[in-house]
């Protein structure tokens, strides 16, 4: 028997035995990164890569701010689908709230940092109207139930540190609105300025933590309610930022059972976290235990997640599917939303004929039955 088969079994069951059990087949899809910028479009795309930037993988040549197509597109396939009581399939999207504003960053002479809530992003990439109306509509319908990523999806600090040294390069990139440039003198744990919750000394977890809470309360300005759920972007993140977003409202962290936290020196450790416990703050912990990544270069088939959908069933635990933004969007590429749409489709239709008891939730009902 082929070794990695064995082993991919093994860990596919061993993820599964942590936290509660429950007798019934939940699936899950949290999917991360909405709100938040990557690339401008196809235009900064060709211009950037003209110049010689790093844009190798599939964020940066396909992921941006869903259009008014993006999301009814994605509706359609959520709504074909029916569990056993007759509710549609649900993605709950985690959601960055702010990105930067370019001008107010360069007019301060990179000495301050300073954002705009993603609607107004969405008004300067010239996206629809209509967009936001859409977003509520699958708030609405229960099929689009959005929770809490973070305040931005950037390195901020260390973003503003860089440009204040003067790369050319990255101000070429920030010209072009674009952060995520791979340049050198980065710590690889924050190459591209990705992890919102990465830093390097202590003294700046205290400007990380009153962003976190100012994102919570523009969460709550666009969407009318407080999350209840917080996944780290790029899985970073340190148990000091825990109090700060229970004190915000927040019931619930994804995390695994080792994440990266920082070490305060520029590096990172792992933390043990117990999945299914409270920290101290009163957070509960919970962990994914499925993937979906349809546009990744890796990607063969609906077949591996089918069979992790079913370690996790055997368990009695529910299915939840890691699966990001940039699968479903055709804003820049078509062919990627088309793609990653029709897998999706695939998948929703694969469970239901193998589980016909299957139930759809969103995060927040899923982890109220898991922790009753």
Known sequence: MNLDFVKAQFFGNIKNIPGPCVNRKILVIECDDWGSIRMPSLVVFEKLLASGFDLNNRFDKFDTLADVNDLTELFSILESTKDKNGHSAVITPFVNVANPDFEKIKSSGFQELFFEPFTKTLERYGRSIDTMKVWKQGIENGIFMPEYHGNSHITTLLWLDKLHQGDSKLFEAFNHGFVSAKIPGVNP??????????????????????????????????FGFIPSVFAPTNGIFHPAFEKALFDQGLKYLYVS????????QGGLKRKFFHLGSKGKSGLTYYARNCAFEPTDNGYISIEKTMKQISAAFKW??????????????????????????GELNKLLTAVKKQWPD???????????????
């Not at 990380?208 to 100012?214: F, H, S, V, Y």
């Not at 059972?257 to 305060?264: A, E, F, I």
């Not at 299957?358 to 009753?372: A, D, G, H, T, W």
Request: net charge neutral; no cysteine; proline share 5%.
């Open 257 to 264: 059972w080792l994440t990266l936290k920082p070490d305060g």
């Open 189 to 222: 744990a924050a190459r591209g300025f990705r992890p919102e919750l990465f830093f390097e000394n202590d003294s700046q977890i205290s400007i990380l933590e009153n962003g976190l809470k100012d994102g919570v309360h523009k969460f709550n300005e666009i």
């Open 358 to 372: 299957v139930e759809f939730m969103s995060s927040v009902e899923m982890l109220k039955v898991l922790f009753r």
């Open 316 to 341: 009695d635990k529910p299915a939840i599917i890691s699966t990001h933004r940039v699968n479903f969007i055709g804003a820049i590429s078509k062919p990627n939303r088309e793609n990653g749409l």
